[in-house]
């Protein structure tokens, strides 16, 4: 089982410096490359060998050193890999019809692959080119069977990602859960929990605004406008970091203590249609927090499952099966004018979710036994506002 774990790093000034070469001597790398090849295929297309292959590339490379001196003071493996991931985009490109490899700019993600030579002493981490190490903070501790690291940039933060094996994942969760997404509250599970929403984009966009109209003064190309970007840059991030962090938290929480969870296929682009909602759909964020559950889940042996997009999970009574087709987004509360049932709107889809989920696996509707409820009222979601319906 692969698994990964991040961390940020704490560099100097000089390895921060040389962290901003890597990322640039990679990209120079993967960019000239590209010109190569199509020479090389427009020069020998009639020919039995008329293209260029990763290993072709790599021997390239070491002759392409010895003209641009300043590539030997970059990590040789990252340097390849660059070539081994240029490699498999022209692959990919012509078997399976995908994207043809671009160009990568300064805006891109910045990050560099180092496969061997490394190794962790105390808080330090010991890479090719870093040899008195790069100081990190960690509490779980550095893995021992490392496949790979991944060193990323993001606006002046730098991280290590590693990829490590491992033999045996978490232990996995009892229970069936279904969840119903949504704007009012993030997300309302069977159980009755509700979590509210993080609404990260709400909190800073008054402060984003306000340095948008800065930078907007700002003549093009001078430092200051520079320097303006990097403060733009660093509000989006703290934003970013913000949701993370409580979709981890969230993910976390319901991947331990469910076995089965089942969420709703959401329609994401007819969603944001709605321009009333469009940029209050796009904070929540749904897609990374689903994401995060499945692999979760995934590790723990466990099932996430989906609804179809056109099942009635709202409009559906969850005590007699009657759907109220007049219902509209403004009621809160679900009443059923058959068997009298009064509900929670949310709480009554989740509901409807998990027995649809169970019904297509072909499991039945789950009842809610003693020890999944126990489960779900002792459930905490990292210490963040939830409430019980």
Not at 31 to 41: A, D, G, L, S, T
Not at 123 to 129: A, E, G, R, S, V
Not at 265 to 291: A, C, P, R
């Amino acid at each position: 089982m692969i698994k990964n774990l991040k961390m940020q790093l704490y560099q100097n000034e000089e390895q921060k410096f040389l962290l901003e070469k890597h990322f640039g001597s990679c990209r120079f790398v993967w960019n000239h490359f590209p010109e190569v090849r199509n020479k090389y295929y427009a020069e020998h297309k009639n020919d039995k060998k008329n293209g260029l292959t990763g290993f072709d590339t790599m021997k390239m490379l070491t002759v392409l050193k010895k003209e641009i001196t300043w590539l030997n003071e970059i990590n040789s493996q990252s340097l390849q890999h660059s070539l081994v991931k240029l490699d498999m985009g022209y692959k990919s490109f012509f078997k399976n019809n995908t994207d043809y490899p671009t160009f990568r700019s300064k805006k891109d993600n910045q990050y560099f692959i180092i496969r061997s030579g490394f190794k962790t002493d105390e808080n330090k981490l010991i890479i090719p080119k870093f040899m008195e190490g790069i100081e990190y903070h960690d509490k779980t501790g550095i893995p021992e069977k490392i496949k790979q690291i991944v060193i990323t940039g993001d606006v002046g933060r730098y991280y290590v990602s590693i990829q490590y094996e491992t033999e045996e994942g978490p232990p996995k969760g009892i229970g069936v859960m279904g969840i119903d997404m949504g704007l009012m509250a993030f997300l309302t599970t069977s159980d009755g929990l509700q979590v509210e929403p993080l609404n990260a984009l709400r909190k800073v966009e008054k402060k984003l605004k306000r340095e948008q109209r800065k930078l907007s003064g700002k003549r093009k190309g001078s430092e200051n406008r520079k320097k303006q970007i990097i403060k733009e840059k660093k509000i989006y991030q703290k934003m970013r970091d913000t949701r993370t962090d409580f979709n981890h938290k969230v993910s976390t929480a319901i991947a331990m203590h469910y076995g089965t969870v089942v969420v709703e296929d959401l329609n994401m682009q007819g969603m944001q249609q709605n321009h009333n909602l469009e940029k209050s759909i796009t904070d929540q964020g749904w897609y990374q927090f689903k994401t995060m559950l499945q692999y979760k889940l995934n590790l723990r042996k466990a099932d996430l499952k989906e609804t179809g997009r056109f099942d009635p999970s709202s409009k559906t009574c969850s005590k007699c099966g009657n759907i109220k087709h007049d219902l509209k987004l403004s009621y809160r509360t679900y009443y059923c004018n058959k068997c009298g049932l009064i509900i929670n709107r949310d709480l009554n889809a989740a509901i409807n979710i998990r027995n649809i989920g169970m019904i297509k696996v072909g499991k039945g509707i789950p009842e809610l036994t003693p020890e999944e409820s126990a489960t779900a009222a002792e459930l905490s979601i990292g210490g963040l506002p939830v409430v019980t319906l």
